[in-house]
Nanobody
């Protein structure tokens, strides 16, 4: 499975961005997908996850009500819609895929290259 994240950029606080994770490989449709982020000097942290069918989703508390994760298995795509962005959301965002639906970095076997999100105050 190869993952390609895109959609990052510079946005003012309160604005929105839509991140996309495009995957190759049919097995992607049977995998959970997660979004993680890493700010400078900090560890990579969980943002959101969605199970293989799209029925189950999970979010870290700081993004609940602002971010939405969704997937389209026919297009091998997972989306992270980010609204009401805050300066503390600034980070490199990574998508990841793996057989287990989880918020743990170590459970995801496949990772994209990351896309930078910068939120100015």
């Amino acid at each position: 499975v190869q993952l390609q994240a895109s959609g990052g950029g510079l946005v003012q606080a309160g604005g929105s961005l839509r991140l996309s994770c495009a995957a190759s490989g049919r097995i992607f449709s049977s995998y959970a997908t997660g979004w993680f982020r890493q700010a400078p000097g900090k560890e990579r942290e969980f943002v959101a996850a969605i199970n293989w069918s799209g029925i189950n989703t999970d979010y870290t508390d700081s993004v609940k009500g602002r971010f939405t994760i969704a997937r389209d298995n026919a297009k091998h795509m997972v989306i992270l819609q980010m609204n009401s962005l805050k300066p503390e959301d600034t980070a490199v965002y990574y998508c990841a895929a793996g057989p287990q639906y989880s918020a743990e970095v170590t459970t995801y076997a496949y990772w994209g290259q990351g896309t930078l999100v910068t939120v100015s105050s």
